[in-house]
């Protein structure tokens, strides 16, 4: 898992929603959680609900991981960008982009969010990482632990999901 040096996003989303930039080569470069409530991924409530919570993130990165693999096959049926919706486990849903580089971004939630909504914040999102890799310093094999690129994601994240 990620390192997150990132503050909780208000509780203005309700239920689960994360966010995950994968490498064409599989490797995470940034993770985001949306969830209202808590703190963000990476950080831990004390007591038994900070126990559940790192089971909840756990499971929410492996359904993530296991969709990895329909984000792959989709790739090559379609020519867009936003692959909609491409895996369902129990009531998550994982909604998948993926840049002309090969970069994967996929959003896991379990409530009813528009579906234009999600393609909106995944070119959103493309920008905003657009610019971090262009960044000389920046390799695609290391993660993104940029705060301004974070506080950026999480607005983004409560504009489009209110």
Same mark, same amino acid.
């Given at each position: 898992r990620l390192p997150s040096p990132h503050k909780a996003l208000p509780a203005a989303m309700v239920g689960v929603a994360t966010f995950m930039i994968v490498s064409k080569d599989d490797i995470p470069q940034y993770e985001c959680d949306f969830s209202g409530g808590g703190g963000g991924v990476g950080t831990r409530n004390g007591g038994s609900s900070g126990a559940k919570k790192d089971d909840a993130?756990?499971?929410h990165q492996f359904v993530m991981h296991a969709s990895l693999d329909f984000v792959d096959a989709r790739v090559w049926e379609t020519t867009n960008m936003h692959l909609r919706l491409v895996d369902k486990f129990n009531d998550l849903s994982v909604? &998948?982009?993926v840049t002309a580089g090969g970069t994967r971004f996929l959003l896991l939630h379990d409530q009813r969010i528009e579906e234009s909504n999600i393609g909106v914040?995944?070119?959103d999102v493309h920008e905003l990482w657009l610019r971090v890799s262009m960044n000389p310093f920046h390799t695609k094999r290391t993660p993104i632990l940029d705060k301004t690129f974070?506080?950026?994601?999480?607005?983004? &994240?409560k504009r489009h999901f209110p």
């Amino acid at each position: 898992r990620l390192p997150s040096p990132h503050k909780a996003l208000p509780a203005a989303m309700v239920g689960v929603a994360t966010f995950m930039i994968v490498s064409k080569d599989d490797i995470p470069q940034y993770e985001c959680d949306f969830s209202g409530g808590g703190g963000g991924v990476g950080t831990r409530n004390g007591g038994s609900s900070g126990a559940k919570k790192d089971d909840a993130a756990h499971l929410h990165q492996f359904v993530m991981h296991a969709s990895l693999d329909f984000v792959d096959a989709r790739v090559w049926e379609t020519t867009n960008m936003h692959l909609r919706l491409v895996d369902k486990f129990n009531d998550l849903s994982v909604y &998948a982009f993926v840049t002309a580089g090969g970069t994967r971004f996929l959003l896991l939630h379990d409530q009813r969010i528009e579906e234009s909504n999600i393609g909106v914040f995944f070119h959103d999102v493309h920008e905003l990482w657009l610019r971090v890799s262009m960044n000389p310093f920046h390799t695609k094999r290391t993660p993104i632990l940029d705060k301004t690129f974070d506080l950026r994601v999480r607005e983004c &994240a409560k504009r489009h999901f209110p």
